[in-house]
């Protein structure tokens, strides 16, 4: 291994024990503090070179499958049923779903009465690899690579989700709000998920966002962290 990138490997091995100080079962202010700065500074290199240091900070990740519990937290079923229920009546014949990791929600999606053809979209490949195998045997799934930042697969979409992610994309949220709002079909329909009161930061790039209106706003206040669904309208 060359030495530049057995530093690389180093550094990447101390950032992802913010992780550890920072998950959605364990709430802790100084690691959400961390957590947050270190992807604010990966964000500084630019798109191309942000989405190459994510690909190695998610596929170390995803090393050992299911590191944030998905497939048995109550938590997480709970989030993902709001947000099943943020998306509205539907039918949506084309879905996006921005940062699917593994693909617990990807199959529940794809699952869904009003939900047709799902892209998939990660910049982890390791994480793709379990949520193509997690979702074999469902026709409507597709799965590509690559960082929402920069390389969000063209659309146009009537759905697109995008829970639990925008942490990781630092400064660039504007970018990713303007690059998902040109993939909505005109009526297409957005939903955003993030810990709540976080959420607000997070999720002003999008309502203040190419005329997009606020459809539906819910905060649960969960005993473990309260999480945000918030479902955003592409006027027809
Ligand atoms: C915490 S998981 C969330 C998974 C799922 N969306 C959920 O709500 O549980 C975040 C996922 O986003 C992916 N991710 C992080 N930055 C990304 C980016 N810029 N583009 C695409 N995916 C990204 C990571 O690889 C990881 O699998």
Known sequence: MSRSRSHTN???????GAYALSSPGAPNRLGDVLHRLMYRVVALGGGRIQARLLRRMFDLHHREPDRWSYETSSYDRERFTAVLRGIGPGPYERVLEVGCSEGVFTRALASDDRVGAVTAADVSLRALETARRRCEGLSNVSFVSGSVVN??????FDLII????????????????RELVKRLAPGGILVLEHVHPESGRLHASF????????????????SIRPFEVLALRRPA
Do not use: Q
């Open 10 to 16: 180093s550094l990447f091995h101390c950032l992802s």
């Open 151 to 156: 390389e969000a697969p063209p659309g146009p």
């Open 162 to 177: 995008c829970s639990d992610m925008l942490y990781y994309v630092g400064g660039r949220r504007a970018a990713v709000a």
């Open 207 to 222: 309502i203040h966002s190419a005329g997009l209106e606020v459809l539906e706003r819910t905060v649960v206040r969960h």
